[in-house]
């Protein structure tokens, strides 16, 4: 049996497994009866398409958004990650040089 | 929200306040909100300062969220500015920033980028933040050169900062100098009613590196001219003057020092005029000799026509140039002796002011700054 190759699953993704009774025409993968999009392409060639009308096609799409959006180096999320307790821990209100500085605001840091 | 802006100015500064960034942001933002029929201002509240406001076409969005831990506070000042710009993303077409927090959203939002770079919070974070590590201050350096690279012009005060972000990898041809500004204070102020006889000013803000402590061990070996007095003028407030306080008290100067907090600009430039000699003591720190600064105090000094004492760094000669005494930094027994000397020859001290008034006034008035900014946005358009 040719298992299918689509990628399934919410948090945990694998293969879908079932047996495969097609083959993508675009990247020839092979497909179960349920996962063959419109066109008879697999889910992910149907988003890449544009293509949304099988269900798996519209996961596929946000999948490859989100990969593309935080692929990037620096997005506020990839970025700020990266700070992790150890860097913010000296930050803490009570770390500052002076106690008092954030009675009128630690806000200047730049300060021309 | 009716319609799209097609500007947005964003500070990690409370504005208004009393400090020099404060005069800065409103005459920088000034500009590109006449020259884009208004905007969207992103900038910190707090103090009873509203949350938004609308002015004319100018609309105010300040971020009110309590949040104690500075890199938590940035970030989430980050997520909310990313969320004001995001309704404008069709039409925002330049976005002017003032440090990595603001640039980051920034640079998603669609528009092109300003990056006004008048301090590094790599260079400064640890002077208030010691305890940073400095694999924590590489991280933050590495976002400051990732933001200035993708930045369209990145706008500087001195040369000094500018070495600093071309060394971070901005491209050079793409930073701009445009050195602050002040302007000339009209003649005939009145004398403020607290005004002690004669006596020197300090103006700005109370931190380490602004050499506050070193002007105090200067002025108790003034002791012997018993009619002077010494002014501070801090743009923060009491609780912050504390240690330098007691400092006073330890010289024993203390009686002949006068407190002013958190004075409304127009008020210092009465205090400025009527001053013998204004003083910029700035030590030799990193902050000072690698990240630079364009000090409003010697600017505004400089315009109401005062002469100006301050520490010999690179900064202070670009700025002062010959129109001031320059003394080396850090030493309380030569700051004493330049201003004993400009004490004694008040002629020669009236001339420096009227020259450093004659110089600003020619070049370096807050309306100068925003033509050289209006050249740079010109040119970042035209790309």
């Known amino acids: 049996m040719t298992p299918c190759a689509v990628t399934t699953g919410f948090f945990t993704l694998g293969k879908c497994g079932q047996m495969a009774v097609a083959g993508c025409p675009a990247c020839g993968r092979a497909l179960c009866a349920d996962h063959v999009a419109d066109g008879g392409l697999c889910p992910e060639c149907a988003a890449a398409r544009n293509q949304f009308g099988h269900p798996a096609a519209a996961a596929a799409y946000r999948r490859r958004a989100h990969r593309h959006r935080t692929a990037q180096e620096y997005t506020d999320v990839g970025w700020y990650a990266g700070l992790d307790t150890y860097d913010r821990a000296p930050f803490d209100p009570g770390a500052g040089a002076d106690q008092d500085y954030l009675d009128d605001g630690a806000d200047a840091l730049v300060d021309s | 929200m009716s319609e799209g802006h097609r500007a947005a100015y ?63 506070r940035a970030e989430a000042f980050s997520a909310w500015v990313a969320d004001r710009l995001a309704p404008h993303r069709d039409t925002l077409r330049l976005c002017h920033v003032r440090d990595p927090w603001g640039a980051l959203p920034a640079l998603s939002a669609g528009g092109r980028l300003v990056y ?61 100098l445009v050195p602050n500004g002040a302007d000339p204070v009209r003649p005939g102020l009145p004398r403020p009613p607290a005004a002690p006889g004669r006596y020197l000013i300090y103006v700005g803000a109370l ?52 407190w002013q907090h958190t004075l409304p ?80 020859y008040p002629e020669a001290a009236r001339d420096l002011g009227r020259r450093a008034r004659q110089h600003v006034e020619e070049g370096f008035t807050w309306k100068h700054a925003r033509a050289r900014l209006a050249a740079v946005y010109d040119r970042v358009e035209g790309h």
């Open chain 2, 265 to 344: 600009h127009d008020e210092v430039a009465a205090w400025l005029t009527h001053a013998e000699l204004s003083v910029a003591p700035l030590t030799a720190s990193p902050r000072n000799l690698d990240q630079g600064c364009s000090p409003i105090k010697v600017w505004e000094s400089m315009a109401a026509g005062t002469a100006v004492v301050a520490s010999d760094l690179p900064v202070i000669r670009e700025v002062l140039g010959e129109h001031g005494r320059l003394v080396p930094p850090d030493r309380p027994a030569e700051l004493a002796r330049a201003i004993r000397v400009l004490l004694e």
């Open chain 2, 116 to 176: 006004e770079a008048n301090g590094l919070p790599s260079i400064e974070l640890p002077y208030a933040w010691p305890l940073a590590a400095p694999s924590t201050l590489a991280k933050i350096r590495d976002l400051e050169g990732e933001c200035l690279r993708r930045a369209a012009a990145v706008v500087v005060p001195s040369q000094v900062i500018e070495a600093a972000v071309t060394s971070r990898g901005a491209a050079p041809e793409r930073v701009h």
């Open chain 2, 207 to 258: 931190q380490p590196w602004q050499g506050v402590d070193v002007l105090l061990r200067a002025f108790a070996r003034l002791a012997d001219l018993t009619d002077l007095s010494l002014v501070v003028c801090s743009s923060v407030s009491p609780s912050r003057a504390r240690p330098l306080r007691r400092l006073a008290e330890r010289l024993g100067v203390e009686d002949r020092v006068t």
């Open chain 2, 10 to 72: 964003v500070a990690f500064d409370r504005f208004p306040s009393a400090k020099g960034s404060a005069v800065h942001i409103r005459h920088m933002a000034a500009e590109l909100f006449d020259r884009y029929g208004g905007g969207l201002l992103c900038v910190l509240g707090g103090g009873g300062l509203p949350a938004y406001q609308r002015e004319g076409g100018v609309e105010i969005v300040r971020f009110g969220a309590v949040v104690p831990n500075l890199l938590d």
